[in-house]
């Protein structure tokens, strides 16, 4: 099958509606995309009264729980997973895409107007994606965390990262959340328009600005705790 032909299949397939055009889909990741990144950089400023020590964390804690009543934590709940997997979801259905209209491959890569962030995302994601799932078994369920206790969200904090390979592989997570995170704003901002070249100075010290103030914070977080500066 020719590729213009693999393509009608895969868009027939699919149907025609918004959704199924690819336009629809990357538009589906940058809104997503944008609700993430929102998240991560509130998670991020909240996560600071880790500093203020127990009282300030625990108290900051109760009040996500307790907020309409405790609704509110399961309305951001929902509206985080929903995101999360249309943001999946649109970026594994454009990949497939790529690959059918590609099947045999270029024999050398030549990137031309790719940067290595871009290029890294599909692992960086898949990496993301593992530590969601282990950070919610560590820190809010607490299966996956030595010695739990769901009264004491700062003790958790602190003991979570007294361990060296936990509070590594968190570093490690956070550099891929980096790199992710880096290029999906440069992308985001190109989805919704702003590709004049008048603004890709603004875009750029946009993303890397945001990119080192999130990544720099949650990192200090488990480097805080392993020098004692957090215990
Ligand atoms: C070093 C960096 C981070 C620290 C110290 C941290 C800390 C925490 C803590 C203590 C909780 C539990 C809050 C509670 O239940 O009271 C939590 C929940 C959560 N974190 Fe993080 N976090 C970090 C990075 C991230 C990142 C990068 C993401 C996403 C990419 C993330 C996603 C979440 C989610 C989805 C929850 C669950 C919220 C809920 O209860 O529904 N966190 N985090």
Same mark, same amino acid.
Not at 5 to 11: L, P, R
Not at 207 to 220: F, K
């Given at each position: 099958?020719?590729?213009?032909?693999?393509? %009608?299949?895969?868009?027939?397939?699919?149907?025609?509606?918004?959704?199924?055009?690819?336009?629809?889909? /990357?538009?589906?990741? &940058?809104? =997503?995309?944008? $609700?993430?990144?929102?998240?991560? !950089?509130?998670?991020?400023?909240?996560?600071?009264?880790?500093?203020?020590?127990?009282?300030?964390?625990?108290?900051?804690? /109760?009040?996500?729980?307790?907020?309409?009543?405790?609704?509110?934590?399961?309305?951001?709940? &929902?509206?985080?997973?929903?995101?999360?997997?249309?943001?999946?979801?649109?970026?594994?259905?454009? !990949?497939? *895409?790529?690959?059918?209209? @590609?099947?045999?491959?270029? @024999?050398?890569?030549?990137? $031309?107007?790719?940067?290595? &962030?871009?290029? !890294?995302?599909?692992?960086?994601?898949?990496?993301?994606?593992?530590? %969601?799932?282990?950070?919610?078994?560590?820190? =809010?369920?607490?299966?996956?965390?030595?010695?739990? *206790?769901?009264?004491?969200?700062?003790?958790?904090?602190?003991?979570?990262? /007294?361990?060296?390979?936990?509070?590594?592989?968190?570093?490690?997570?956070?550099?891929?959340?980096?790199?992710?995170?880096?290029?999906?704003?440069?992308?985001? =901002?190109?989805?919704?328009?702003?590709?004049?070249? @008048?603004? *890709?100075?603004? @875009?750029?010290?946009?993303?890397?600005?945001?990119?080192?103030?999130?990544?720099?914070?949650?990192?200090?977080?488990? %480097? &805080?705790?392993?020098?004692?500066? %957090?215990?």
């Amino acid at each position: 099958m020719s590729v213009a032909e693999q393509s %009608i299949a895969g868009a027939e397939a699919r149907g025609h509606g918004f959704m199924a055009s690819s336009v629809g889909r /990357k538009v589906v990741m &940058a809104a =997503t995309g944008i $609700v993430l990144f929102g998240f991560v !950089t509130v998670h991020m400023i909240g996560n600071t009264q880790a500093y203020l020590g127990a009282e300030g964390f625990n108290g900051y804690a /109760k009040f996500l729980h307790t907020m309409l009543h405790g609704a509110g934590i399961w309305i951001f709940r &929902a509206v985080l997973l929903a995101a999360t997997g249309l943001h999946i979801w649109a970026a594994v259905s454009l !990949t497939l *895409d790529n690959q059918a209209a @590609r099947p045999v491959g270029y @024999r050398a890569q030549q990137p $031309v107007a790719s940067t290595w &962030a871009s290029r !890294t995302m599909r692992w960086s994601g898949f990496i993301l994606a593992a530590f %969601i799932v282990y950070h919610l078994l560590h820190l =809010t369920t607490g299966h996956a965390h030595p010695n739990f *206790d769901h009264a004491n969200p700062y003790a958790n904090f602190v003991s979570a990262f /007294k361990v060296p390979a936990a509070a590594g592989f968190y570093i490690v997570a956070q550099l891929c959340l980096g790199l992710h995170m880096w290029h999906g704003v440069w992308s985001f =901002t190109q989805t919704l328009g702003l590709t004049h070249p @008048r603004y *890709d100075g603004l @875009r750029r010290n946009f993303a890397t600005g945001l990119t080192l103030l999130v990544v720099g914070v949650n990192i200090s977080y488990p %480097i &805080a705790v392993l020098t004692g500066c %957090i215990h």
